[in-house]
């Protein structure tokens, strides 16, 4: 056991920093929550030009297609509890 405890065995614990963010994790400034996913370099920028096509931030399109794969999950429960 460390002399300070558990606390002072993780303060005293060097983590290696593996990877960046460009952005301050679960600081947002539309008030949501940030979550953050595992997506390669080259797929992650090449995403970032379909997106500007679009006129739209990763983050926003992201969000559209969340809302539409819940919207159509709901549709397929009430199909399926109405039986059609």
Same mark, same amino acid.
């Given at each position: ?9 993780? #303060?005293?614990?060097? +983590? ?5 963010? =460009?952005? *301050? ?20 920028? #090449?995403?970032?030009? +379909? ?5 739209? =931030?990763? *983050? ?20 399926? #509890?109405?039986?059609?």
């Amino acid at each position: 056991m460390h002399p300070r405890g558990i606390r002072g065995a993780f #303060a005293a614990t060097q +983590v290696p920093i593996l990877c960046t963010v =460009s952005y *301050a994790v679960l600081m947002t400034t539309k008030g949501t929550p940030g979550r953050v996913i595992r997506v390669d370099e080259e797929t992650w920028t #090449a995403y970032e030009e +379909v997106c500007k096509a679009k006129g739209l =931030s990763r *983050a926003a399109d992201l969000r559209v297609y969340i809302n539409q794969q819940i919207a159509a999950h709901k549709r397929r429960l009430r199909a399926e #509890a109405t039986g059609s």
